[in-house]
């Protein structure tokens, strides 16, 4: 849905999203929440106009981002690759889980592929423990994961 | 009212719904409409049933009967077969409710049977988004008596009579928080539930908000009430979006009923609640940061005193308590203080839920009185341990507990129990571990864990925590000496004495427990550089024995090309080159290709 909006109008929004916050208490954290919907990340020129719009220094609202895993400087791949690591998932193996993956892709933990399809992060528990090891393709959930289907779930998204 | 001769109740929770039963309730609709069934059945899609193992699960009442893992195709056989000509479809029946083709109701089946269910009543009965079903089963009822026919102080006296105590971890009395908020002096007070259920393998907290939402509403007007205070937060994970939407929903309904808002059921009682989402750090579960966190800054924690009864969000008194042990509080106040106290053991009253997972047979959540023995939980609630292994920990209390060995599974659980064997309850993960896990290795995976989100405020969580990881490294690549295993332990003490909050504090409970229970497994990999339970990496050889026919397969399969061998011959994997990712272990034909 973000990718259908344009830079114009993702600013508009986050102004209007700044209007209906400011004033509040405890307002900058549902903005950047709503900043990252929107963008996708929380790059610097946006945390500027947050800064100016609240009046509160650019130091701090970078301090925020950075301190919260949700929040992130640099857009996500079209497809995010979330691997459990979550204590029940990790004693059923999703750590070679999480290696086949980046085998797979050949992109390490934590990056994104140079063409901007696959973002693999090993991500907190997910809560979805009754069906460790599981991982996360944007919405979709695979759970009761082997190593062996990997190769065949990962097919789907790199031909869509 | 409509009267239905059938229910067909349709687990909504994060365990079935990841597994596609959200689409279920438009499948059966459709599927029965067929039948013209629609006026005679009654879909509900419910919370949590607990039994995630067997999802997407699926019960039809009045019979009880229990589906588990129904697929499309099960949907029409079971409106066909059981909404139809009211016949049970015994072959779709979870294997634990059929016995020599008796079948069993839910309530009869071994995992629920001996639970008891205080905080997750409404879990998986009711309609988590319809207050009417709330109400049904004496929702705001409890808020009604409180506001009515009680005092603040009575509120206050019944929860600390009935000896509930914190479910997030601390287990510090809840009666005694409330009266430090309702003794402190403010205009302004503030009631707040912790629902950034951050703990791996933790998830009742998200069970609760996603079954049962207006528990936490009603249990939260009834602390404000108490309290004096008439605006609450509820932080929430915004990992958990359903659970995020379920609430706004229940919020939005109390609103129109009139159970949320100003003068509350014909009192001078006001209350507000709003919903702030955190955004991804296990440190925020610690009051102090979850208070900065709900005030727009960095979740740092920051020294105690002035605890949150005296200075909390936006520098007032605040009651924060987590979202299971504001579940329990309706029904105290219905029931009782008696009541509650009647439950569980001498100092920890009440039950608790448990996220049971790992190693075990009935993945899921469960709510048991205190004082049921660890081996009940495991064994006789959870099946026990798959594929015929053995038994070796279980951890409790996540990042900040400890394991617990077979020797100690008669033991009673309970908050000073656990801490008496170095490990504690937490929020109530529980994972079972089985021999093929190496304790140092999942040592070494919560300190990583802690490392991570330590929020680096004080010097002993952020550095010391870092120092203790690069030592449990070093000795999973057998590069450890005696020497780490002393300094180890003695920098996990220094660490307990000198850091600023709980994260720290307890950071090195893992390495402590494990160092306790599992020494030779530390030692195994110093002095012997091997790992017993085959786990970490750089300890194993992968060889490839006499048996080998030379079909060449793990050539094929090898990812780094480190295999060599003719066709029909003897193949070998160099050493040097192999990266220990075990595919030629799976692909091998004859199981010739061995870890040790």
Request: some cysteine; charged content about 25%.
């Amino acid at each position: 849905m973000a990718k259908k909006l344009s830079q114009e109008e993702c600013f508009a929004k986050l102004n209007e999203a700044i209007e209906v916050h400011k004033g509040s208490q405890g307002a900058l954290m549902p903005i950047l929440h709503e900043a990252q919907h929107l963008f996708g990340a929380v790059p610097l020129d946006v945390q500027k106009v947050i800064s100016k719009a609240l009046s509160i220094p650019l130091a701090e609202i970078y301090g925020v981002v950075t301190f919260y895993s949700q929040f992130t400087l640099e857009p996500n791949g079209e497809f995010l690759i979330g691997v459990c690591m979550g204590t029940a998932c990790y004693v059923k193996g999703s750590g070679p889980i999480l290696d086949r993956i980046s085998r797979e892709l050949n992109l390490p933990v934590k990056t994104t592929s140079q063409d901007g399809k696959f973002t693999l992060i090993d991500t907190r528990c997910i809560g979805a423990c009754g069906l460790a090891p599981v991982i996360t393709i944007n919405d979709d959930v695979y759970g009761r994961l082997t190593e062996a289907e990997i190769p065949s779930i990962l097919a789907k998204y790199i031909n869509a | 009212m409509e009267l239905y001769r059938s229910h067909v109740l349709i687990c909504g929770g994060t365990g079935c719904s990841s597994s596609g039963s959200l689409t279920f309730e438009d499948k059966f609709a459709a599927a029965m409409a067929k039948h013209d069934l629609n006026k005679e059945v009654k879909l509900v899609k419910t919370g949590c049933f607990g039994l995630c193992e067997a999802g997407p699960i699926v019960v039809v009442y009045p019979e009880g009967a229990f589906y588990s893992r129904v697929t499309d195709e099960d949907i029409t056989k079971i409106v066909e077969e059981h909404l139809l000509k009211g016949r049970i479809v015994k072959g779709l029946l979870h294997g634990s409710a059929i016995d020599e083709e008796v079948t069993k109701s839910i309530n009869e089946v071994d995992f629920f049977k001996k639970q008891k269910r205080v905080a997750l009543r409404n879990c998986g009965i009711i309609n988590p988004e319809n207050i009417e079903e709330y109400i049904a089963f004496d929702g705001y009822q409890a808020l009604g008596k409180a506001l009515t026919e009680m005092t603040r102080e009575e509120v206050i006296e019944v929860v600390k009579a009935s000896g509930l105590r914190g479910r997030g971890g601390g287990g510090f009395p809840t009666g005694l928080k409330w009266t430090f908020a309702y003794n402190a002096q403010s205009e302004k007070k503030y009631v707040a539930c912790n629902a950034d259920e951050g703990d791996p393998g933790a998830f009742m907290d998200r069970s609760v908000l996603e079954g049962d939402p207006h528990v936490i509403i009603e249990a939260m007007a009834i602390a404000a009430y108490a309290i004096g205070a008439d605006e609450g937060y509820v932080y929430i994970r915004a990992e958990y979006p359903i659970a995020v939407k379920r609430l706004e929903i229940a919020i939005e309904q109390a609103k129109e009923m009139g159970l949320l808002g100003k003068n509350i059921f014909g009192t001078d009682f006001n209350f507000d609640l709003k919903i702030k989402l955190g955004a991804g750090a296990f440190v925020c579960g610690e009051e102090t940061a979850l208070i900065a966190s709900i005030e727009g800054e960095r979740g740092m924690p920051r020294p105690r005193p002035p605890f949150p009864a005296n200075k909390g969000i936006f520098g007032q008194p605040t009651v924060l308590n987590n979202v299971e042990t504001y579940a329990n509080v309706p029904q105290i106040i219905l029931n009782g203080a008696e009541w509650f106290a009647n439950i569980g053991t001498e100092r920890s009253k009440g039950t608790k839920v448990f996220a049971l997972g790992g190693k075990i047979n009935n993945t899921g959540l469960l709510e048991i009185p205190m004082g049921t023995t660890l081996r009940e939980v495991i064994f006789d609630i959870g099946g026990g341990i798959p594929n015929g292994k053995a038994f070796k920990a279980v951890q409790t209390g996540g990042p900040s507990g400890g394991c617990i060995t077979a020797e100690h599974l008669d033991t009673p659980i309970d908050y000073d129990n656990l801490i008496e064997l170095g490990s504690m309850m937490g929020s109530g993960g529980m994972i079972v571990m089985d021999e093929d896990n190496c304790m140092v290795d999942v040592a070494r995976f919560f300190l990583d864990f802690t490392v991570d989100e330590s929020c680096g405020k004080c010097t002993p969580c952020r550095e010391g925590t870092k120092r203790m990881l690069e030592m449990l490294d070093k000795i999973c690549e057998g590069k450890g000496t005696m020497q780490d295993i002393e300094d180890l332990e003695q920098l996990a003490y220094t660490i307990k004495d000198a850091s600023l909050c709980g994260l720290g504090q307890t950071a090195p409970n893992p390495v402590l427990s494990t160092l306790k229970y599992f020494k030779h497994e530390y030692l195994a990999h110093v002095e012997d550089k091997k790992c017993p339970a085959g786990v970490c990496k750089d300890l194993l050889a992968i060889t490839i024995t006499d048996k080998c026919i030379g079909c060449t397969m793990c050539k094929t399969v090898c990812p780094v090309n480190c295999i060599s061998g003719e066709k029909k011959g003897q193949h070998v994997i160099d050493q040097d080159a192999c990266i220990k990712c075990g595919a030629c272990i799976d692909k091998c034909p004859v199981k010739c290709i061995v870890k040790k």
